[in-house]
């Protein structure tokens, strides 16, 4: 079953916002997920200690470079999606995780650190294929964007969609409720309000439906 | 709340590749196109220092060479572990500067 790595050696992307977005809406849409967390900084650990885990979310933590393949393996099995949260910044754990990926996905603000830092994980997709000998999927997503985008952010969109780089649309806005997530755990529904909840919950939906087609597509139609 | 609802997914329609055994040989792969770009081991590397004692979990002070000889020598002298020689020496400290202690 498939398997989507989140990197980006960048810190503060958005890297455990994605991923827990992503578990808990697939999550709900049905798919049986497991959420790895290989972040010291424990972002999804803490996440996922606030509250009793949904349903359907297994949660794994305190995988290091040296377990991480074969963690990948023994949960890469029939009806399950995993989701492996990666640390920020350029490890072997991070070539490690990529090389069992169904689908990377590096989340970047529309900043030109983001892009320039974030641009090192999508030439390590690039380094695995050749290496590996097998096409890797990978995709960005925009994180922590507003109603109304920045000439930069839209410069730098422009130049990744002209690379042929698959930018996930729509991007993952700011919400406050997804910075809530970490202070009250589970997911979007559970919370109490905070700001555009409606706006929160439909970008999570949508958001997590276009990472459902990529997986769902044939690789060929990918790029 | 919202009443929105999510998608569905259809498990059956979830495409995936078959990935590389985790063979010594796929793993040093996966390395060296990794450190080529930086992305080298950063593993931590062990806890550095004097281990903890193994019987207490203490982890003892370290000290100059010379204390740590004198202190070994006068507690094989004397026939006692060094820890008793330290709360000897915490005793008179206490008494000295008026601080109380537990012992």
Request: charge should be neutral; glycine fraction near 8%; include cysteine.
């Amino acid at each position: 079953m498939p398997v989507i790595v989140i990197a980006s050696p960048k810190g503060g992307a958005g890297k455990s916002t994605t991923a827990i977005l992503l578990a808990t809406e697939l999550a709900l849409a049905g798919a049986r997920t497991v959420l790895f967390d290989c972040d010291p900084n424990r972002s999804v650990s803490i996440w996922a200690s606030r509250k009793k885990l949904p349903k359907n979310i297994e949660f794994i933590n305190d995988v290091g470079e040296s377990e991480i393949i074969r963690a990948i393996k023994h949960h890469d099995t029939d009806g399950k999606i995993v989701i492996v949260d990666l640390e920020g910044v350029a490890s072997r754990l991070v070539s490690r995780a990529i090389s069992q990926a169904d689908l990377v996905i590096t989340p970047m603000r529309g900043t030109t650190l983001d892009a320039t830092i974030g641009a090192r994980a999508l030439a390590l997709v690039a380094e695995e294929e050749e290496a590996l000998g097998r096409e890797i999927r990978h995709a960005v997503v925009f994180t922590m964007t507003r109603a109304i985008r920045s000439n930069q952010h839209k410069g730098i969109e422009v130049s990744l969609k002209g690379q042929g780089v698959d930018v996930i649309d729509p991007p993952l806005m700011e919400r406050a409720a997804y910075s809530a997530l970490f202070e009250f755990g589970g997911n979007l529904r559970d919370l109490p309000p905070q700001g555009n909840m409606e706006g929160a919950i439909s970008n999570a939906i949508e958001f997590a439906r276009a990472v459902y087609q990529r997986l769902a597509e044939p690789v060929e139609a990918a790029a | 709340m919202s009443e929105q609802q999510p998608f569905s997914v259809d498990i059956g329609k979830l495409r995936t590749a078959a990935k590389p055994e985790a063979t010594s040989q796929v793993i040093q792969t996966s390395d060296v196109a990794g450190e080529r770009l930086g992305f080298v081991n950063r593993a931590p590397k062990g806890r550095g220092g004097r281990q903890p004692s193994p019987r207490t979990g203490q982890v003892h002070a370290k000290t100059l060479p010379h204390v740590a000889e004198e202190i070994s020598a006068e507690a094989k002298r004397r026939g006692v572990v060094q820890g008793v020689l330290i709360e000897e020496a915490w005793a008179l400290y206490c008494h000295q500067n008026g601080l109380e202690t537990g012992g």
